[in-house]
């Protein structure tokens, strides 16, 4: 499916309604990107999803759609992350669960 880039002039409403998805979804899209990358690339890994997800659309989607299409640009984003030869995923405590830097 084609992409169009988004304007780069958006309105008020625009904004804050991408920014209440922000609010929804970063959480979970940190978490994922921490665990594959660790805290120094996580946040960017994040940014830097965010970025392809406005520019890609995101207004005709439900926001369970746009968690999943959110996952699925988190996902490779943090793996071509990891540096080259990194054989496993970095390493945490038992039962302790990322928190957003965001919070």
Do not use: H
Request: net charge neutral; aromatic share 6%; hydrophobic share 45%.
């Amino acid at each position: 499916m084609p992409t169009r880039e988004r304007s780069c002039n958006p309105d008020q409403a625009e904004l804050a309604a991408f920014g209440g998805v922000y609010d929804a979804l970063s959480p979970v899209a940190y978490g994922l990107a921490l665990r594959i990358v660790g805290p120094e690339l996580a946040g960017q890994v994040l940014v830097d999803a965010f970025v392809l997800l406005w520019k890609t659309g995101w207004k005709t989607e439900a926001q369970a759609e746009l968690r999943e299409r959110l996952l699925n640009i988190v996902l490779p984003m943090a793996i071509d992350g990891l540096p080259r030869g990194a054989a496993a995923l970095p390493e945490r405590a038992p039962g302790r669960l990322a928190k957003s830097p965001i919070s």
